[in-house]
């Protein structure tokens, strides 16, 4: 399990625990980025390493604002090293974000049309 697995079950957690609602909880699609690095000698790049970056979202409502002050503190205090809190109104690109991009089933779509 990732550490952004654990922190999001964390988070979903607190917020059962405060009677706060949680509507939604899932993962992103990972996403990879090699970083390439050009060495002493030739002018060849060679690959140095590979991050992952791995996202969760809890989707809550009925968070009061002045609630929010206190719930945000408590969340940012046990933040792991290495994750990111990022706080904001959920839209629909965000819902549209977490599915994968098929091109195949896409293509396969604008045929059929």
Do not use: W
């Amino acid at each position: 399990m990732s550490l952004a697995e654990s922190y999001a079950q964390y988070v979903h957690r607190l917020c059962n625990r405060l009677s706060i609602k949680v509507e939604e909880s899932y993962a992103m699609p990972t996403k990879t980025m090699e970083v390439m690095r050009l060495p002493d000698q030739g002018n060849k790049m060679v690959l140095d390493s590979v991050l992952t970056t791995h996202e969760r979202v809890v989707q809550i409502s009925g968070l009061s604002a002045t609630f929010a002050e206190i719930f945000l503190e408590v969340l940012q205090s046990n933040l792991p090293e290495g994750v990111r809190l990022s706080v904001r109104e959920h839209t629909e690109e965000d819902f549209k974000g977490r599915f994968k991009a098929r091109p195949e089933l896409e293509e396969l779509l604008a045929k059929l049309n």
